[in-house]
């Protein structure tokens, strides 16, 4: 005797099967990405604001039915985010011998989009006057003032009294401190991602 077993519509079970783990995949990083934006847009938010949070992007690759799609976070701000994200000590690059650190009175650059602070020399441009140097409050510390009673226009003063205001603080190195965690939030994401590949929701 004989005996056989025969399955019948396989081909269309592993064909639904496989389109199944496929639309969970999508769904996986589609979520998992999106909310890996705006976890970064969150912890850099706080520290560092609104500008440089919405700096954080996102791009999909492969959702056209690919077995392997893929989100690839980035920031248009890389040299801020690293140094946020790393801390550590930050000392002078290309023979300068001291930090320029702008104070919030500071002009940013002209032009369209997110501009960074002006230079020492750019500042001393536009307010036509040169820096008054004083010594700062930490030993070793040299701060940058501007009169705000000198016309950048003209160059002359418009009282006779001096009003001094902040500009830089140059210093030999600053101790920057770790003020976001981009790991967190990728941890996060990553256990989204997981829980929806197994439970195929969210």
Do not use: C
């Amino acid at each position: 005797m004989e005996i056989g077993l025969k399955l019948d519509g396989m081909a269309a079970a592993n064909r639904r099967f496989a389109e199944d783990l496929r639309e969970r995949q999508r769904t996986a990083i589609k979520v998992g990405g999106e909310q890996l934006k705006q976890d970064l847009r969150r912890l850099t938010r706080g520290p560092l604001g609104e500008r440089l949070a919405k700096a954080w992007q996102v791009e999909f690759y492969g959702m056209d039915g690919s077995e392997s799609p893929a989100a690839f976070a980035y920031t248009k701000a890389p040299s801020i985010i690293r140094g946020n994200a790393t801390g550590g000590t930050v000392v002078p690059i290309a023979g300068s011998e001291f930090l320029a650190i702008p104070s919030e009175r500071v002009p940013r650059r002209r032009g369209r989009g997110a501009k960074a602070r002006m230079s020492p020399e750019e500042v001393e441009a536009h307010y036509n006057q040169d820096l008054i140097l004083r010594p700062g409050r930490k030993p070793g510390e040299i701060v940058g003032l501007i009169d705000a009673n000198i016309s950048a226009g003209t160059g002359k003063r418009r009282a006779k009294k001096a009003r001094l205001v902040l500009m830089f603080t140059f210093a030999k190195s600053l101790d920057q401190k770790k003020t976001i965690d981009p790991d967190a939030a990728m941890r996060r994401a990553a256990r989204t991602t997981k829980r929806l590949l197994q439970d195929g929701n969210r």
